[in-house]
């Protein structure tokens, strides 16, 4: 079973649906654990959200894309994109991270191996793209992340910063690249990366995700302010991912109404800094990523909830980060996308 790491990105949505009409009752049970956002319907207090049974929600016109693995590739570097996509039928994935090497401009793997230069053929898990595509999926390199510096924040030399993410995009063919964002305040690494995103778009098609923190109240601010500027430089943003802290299991109930009131929050934050007037529109821009710190965080109705959420409010995709969750939970996750 691939182990689920910290990290995706954004990435081309799949064409599966997920199976949300055919959940159990018990799956109905746990949607009512999540708000409808715009929907007027009242709040359920917590006896309802756990314990009282619900009809399923009506799978949305635009169905989710499914779910997408991370994969640490300095963590994982055994990991077989073509052998695992065909175990488990997730046909998206998001590869991290990369880091900016000694000179600031050029970008390297993060890992034991990041003194070496970038090269397909340097990370072993990269270099099996190919033999994923031959399946129909694909997968998006990540930029920053927790370790190492990302390029935008080191690389000033004028058009260094859009070379070197060509020279990742062009060294994988990639259509899809992720940056997982910590940088947010620091303004002018945050223009540099948007003017660079502009320039690479206007070459080429290129979605982009912005992989952010989520807080109890949403976005921070400077995140936001980060979306509004790199969208007012001409850069397309398709996808916000939403790296969220789950509570562990043993929590007050309703620790995934919370989950879902914080990313409520950052819809319309999302919303007003993508200068959507409709904060619904919003909703298929976000990716939600739980982050979890022990493998009981997720039982089978939680991911079950996860994908009706998703499917409810149309969300570009979800994923998992942190610690590895039971078989069965992954396997539900999984069949999102199968």
């Not at 998206?92 to 880091?99: F, P």
């Not at 595509?133 to 390029?151: M, T, W």
Request: charged share 25%.
């Amino acid at each position: 079973m691939p182990r689920h790491k910290r990290e995706p990105g954004t990435l081309p949505r799949p064409l599966a649906i997920l199976g949300a009409l055919a959940l159990t009752g018990a799956t109905g049970m746990a949607v009512r654990m999540l708000p409808a956002g715009a929907s007027p319907a009242p709040k359920p207090p917590p006896a309802v959200m756990r314990h009282t049974p619900a009809v399923s929600p009506p799978v949305a016109d635009e169905p989710p894309s499914g779910f997408v693995e991370f994969v640490d590739t300095a963590r994982e570097p055994g990991f077989d994109l073509y052998k695992e996509s065909r175990r488990t039928g997730v046909r998206r994935y998001a590869l991290g991270h990369l880091v900016a090497g000694d000179d600031g401009c050029a970008p390297k793997w993060n890992g034991p191996s990041e003194s070496d230069p970038l090269d397909p053929g340097t990370n072993p898990v990269a270099n099996r793209i190919g033999r994923l595509r031959a399946l129909g999926g694909d997968a998006a390199p990540v930029f920053g992340g927790p370790g190492g510096h990302e390029l935008a924040g080191t690389c000033t030399r004028p058009g260094g910063l859009a070379a070197a993410y060509r020279r990742v995009v062009g060294a994988f063919d990639a259509a899809a690249v992720d940056f997982e964002v910590r940088d947010s305040d620091d303004r002018a690494a945050v223009l540099r990366r948007a003017r660079a995103i502009y320039a690479m778009q206007r070459e080429r098609p290129l979605h982009v995700s912005f992989t952010v923190p989520l807080r109890q109240d949403g976005l921070d601010a400077g995140v936001v302010a980060m979306l509004r500027a790199t969208r007012q430089a001409g850069a397309e943003i398709g996808t916000v991912n939403l790296l969220a802290e789950i509570e562990p299991r043993g929590s007050a109930d309703g620790r995934l109404h919370r989950m879902a009131q914080a990313v409520l929050a950052a819809r319309s934050q999302i919303a007003q800094a993508q200068g959507l007037t409709d904060p619904d529109e919003a909703w298929r821009r976000i990716a939600l990523t739980p982050v979890l710190t022990g493998s009981g965080d997720l039982n089978e109705i939680d991911a079950r909830t996860l994908i009706s959420y998703a499917t409810r409010h149309g969300l570009a995709w979800l994923s998992l980060r942190g610690v590895a969750p039971r078989p069965d939970v992954s396997r539900i996750l999984w069949e999102g996308s199968a």
